[in-house]
């Protein structure tokens, strides 16, 4: 299974992006999808994260400027930024717990490659 992000850029102060993540391989479910974000020197931090219950958490610094979305026919998980501040600047990477086609009953834990948002002041 392999996660591919897109949607990364450059983008100025109150600006707005759309990162988009695609699961693609023997995918039976997906289950918890999510965003993250890593700045050099800095732990890897939860941005949002949904289930398949479409329960959704958010970080503090991104509540009400962040929305995430999935839809589970085309298995894709997208974050849409809004108002986008300079400490937003960061490598987001998109996260899935995946259940694979075959006899395995565990989820796996899968990461995408990252896309780089820069937002300039």
């Known amino acids: 299974v392999q996660l591919v992000e897109s949607g990364g850029g450059l983008v100025q102060l109150g600006g707005s992006l759309r990162l988009s993540c695609a699961a693609s391989?023997?995918?039976?479910?997906?289950?918890?999808l999510g965003w993250y974000r890593q700045v050099p020197g800095k732990q890897r931090e939860m941005v949002a994260t949904?289930?398949?219950?479409?329960?959704?958490l958010y970080a503090d610094s991104v509540k009400g400027r962040f929305t995430i979305s999935r839809d589970d026919a085309k298995n894709m998980v997208d974050l849409q930024m809004s108002n986008l501040k300079p400490e937003d600047t960061a490598r987001y990477y998109c996260?899935?717990?995946?259940?694979?086609?075959?006899?395995?009953?565990?989820?796996?834990?899968?990461w995408g490659q990252g896309t780089l948002v820069a937002v300039s002041s």
């Open positions: 996260y899935a717990a995946v259940l694979e086609l075959g006899p395995t009953t565990e989820y796996r834990e899968v």
């Open positions: 391989g023997d995918i039976l479910v997906l289950n918890a």
């Open positions: 949904t289930d398949r219950g479409d329960v959704t």
